[in-house]
């Protein structure tokens, strides 16, 4: 069971905009920035969003996220077929003194 | 340009001892702030951090594997050594190396993986 708690999946049509949750704790969404990864079927994964809401170059505009507190959120809008992919929360625990990752959610695109 | 590549060891007996070298060009190890980190994922299954290693030679292990895990790093030859000691069917999974840096300041919290390596499957059978 992981650190930080997923959707297993979420879904959505083409042009729409979809929404994957990231839940945590004090020591770990509480007291450090969230970073999301999209893991693309048989690629390395790719970082998609730091410090909570930063986007690398690259990486289109449809990527946003936001974190209040112990919760994070990854949205994509104007969902497209390449999109279909798994995605990660990850963040620092300082409990754990460790990275932790949530179990991932696999997007699909309907 | 930035790469990593993960090398070694596709099968390994239960017992044995796992060593993988993280060979990565476009950065120096010797640059404030830069980590390289070791992630896993089983198959079917979710990443999972190992451990990492700073640019000052400190480290980090994930804690329900510390006694098993060492990081090592060669500056010299841009090279990071991960090793895992009694490998078991469990530790069957693609292992990832990844460059890390920091988003503001040196703090562990503020760092995230920035490059990955294609990643390396290894398979734990006797």
């Known amino acids: 069971q992981s650190v930080l708690t997923q959707p297993p999946s979420a879904s959505g049509t083409p042009g729409q905009r979809v929404s994957i949750s990231c839940s945590g704790s004090?020591?770990?969404?509480?007291?450090?920035?969230v970073n999301w990864y999209q893991h693309l079927p048989g690629a390395a994964p790719k970082i998609l969003i730091y410090?909570?809401?930063q986007r690398p170059a690259g990486v289109p505009d449809r990527f946003s996220a936001s974190k209040f507190g112990t919760s994070a959120s990854l949205a994509i809008s104007g969902l497209r077929s390449e999109d279909e992919a798994d995605y990660y929360c990850a963040a620092w625990d300082d409990s754990l003194n460790g990275w932790v990752f949530g179990g991932g959610t696999k997007l699909t695109v309907l | 340009q930035i790469t990593l590549r993960e090398s070694g060891p596709t099968l390994v007996k239960p017992t044995q001892t796992l060593t993988l070298t993280c060979s990565f060009s476009g950065f120096s190890l010797t640059t404030s702030g830069v980590s390289v980190a070791w992630i896993r994922q089983p198959p079917g299954k979710a990443l999972e951090w190992l451990a990492s290693?700073?640019?000052?030679?400190?480290?980090s292990f994930n804690p329900s594997m510390k006694n098993r895990l060492a990081i090592t790093k060669d500056t010299s030859k841009n090279q990071v050594v991960l090793t895992l000691t009694d490998m078991d069917p469990v530790d069957t999974a693609t292992y990832y190396c990844?460059?890390?840096?920091?988003?503001?300041?040196?703090?562990?919290?503020?760092?995230?993986?920035?490059?990955w390596g294609q990643g390396t499957l290894v398979t734990v059978s006797s």
């Open positions: 290693i700073y640019w000052d030679d400190d480290k």
């Open positions: 410090s909570n809401t």
């Open positions: 990844a460059r890390s840096l920091p988003s503001s300041g040196w703090y562990y919290g503020r760092y995230y993986f920035a490059d």
């Open positions: 004090s020591s770990s969404l509480g007291s450090n920035t």
